[in-house]
């Protein structure tokens, strides 16, 4: 695609539910980044995929967070019985090889809010 | 202490000026920085990037950078109202970004 595309754009959720956050990164790119942004802050780095092969899970808050990007192209965020300090707005971004210094491109983010 | 430090401002500056943007980090062992800009709503974009001391020009977009000093900059030139944005600063390791608070540039007319 074009960019890379995060669904859904907003998510609403009751405390205690499960939900799933997709993103389909640029078509080809190696690396894919989730982060979470809470209002008023920067972004906050959870998990990093080198193709399928989760490298990098040191950001994730707690065992209620899982991603996964099975076949190395969309990935998967998904958040177990939800916490209102789980609302943010959660960042996709993909960087076309693995390498330092590449130029991260951001999807839109899913903004979550959690009654 | 936050790996990477910037004032949260808001910076005001009327059209024209320039616009001085300021971040400090704490790993010695970053590799590269980068500044990104976010509006109001939006997904943060790439605005410049450095990876060696000194300074980087593009456009009206100067940055600097003192790995001595642990330092990184942004000067904004003839700031516009629609540069008007969140400036984050943002320093790799390896492939990890960790990214600052951001400062809030407000370009008055």
């Known amino acids: 695609g074009a960019g890379v595309s995060q669904s859904p754009r907003y998510k609403v959720a009751k405390r205690g539910q499960d939900v799933a956050l997709r993103c389909d990164p640029i078509?080809?790119?190696?690396?894919l980044f989730w982060y979470q942004q809470a209002l008023g802050q920067g972004p906050e780095f959870l998990t990093y995929?080198?193709?399928?092969?989760?490298?990098?899970k040191s950001g994730l808050p707690s065992d209620r967070f899982f991603a996964e990007r099975p076949e190395g192209s969309v990935s998967t965020l998904k958040i177990q019985r939800t916490q209102q300090e789980d609302s943010a707005v959660y960042l996709c971004?993909?960087?076309?090889?693995?390498?330092?210094?590449?130029?991260?491109?951001f999807g839109s983010g899913t903004q979550l809010s959690v009654l | 202490q936050k790996e990477v430090e910037q004032n949260s401002g808001p910076l005001s500056v009327p059209e024209g000026a320039i616009a001085s943007l300021n971040c400090t980090y704490s790993?010695?062992?970053?590799?590269?920085f980068f500044w990104y800009r976010q509006y109001s709503g939006k997904s943060p974009e790439l605005i410049m990037s450095?990876?060696?001391?000194g300074d980087k020009e593009d456009g009206r977009f100067t940055a600097q950078l003192n790995k001595a000093s642990q330092y990184v900059s942004l000067l904004i030139r003839d700031s516009q109202p629609s540069d008007s944005a969140t400036y984050l600063c943002?320093?790799?390791?390896?492939?990890?970004?960790?990214f600052g608070t951001g400062t809030r540039l407000l370009v008055s007319p």
């Open positions: 078509s080809g790119h190696v690396s």
């Open positions: 450095i990876y060696s001391n």
């Open positions: 943002a320093v790799g390791r390896f492939q990890k970004l960790v």
């Open positions: 790993d010695r062992g970053s590799q590269s």
């Open positions: 971004a993909s960087s076309e090889r693995d390498r330092p210094n590449e130029k991260l491109f």
């Open positions: 995929f080198q193709n399928e092969a989760q490298l990098d």
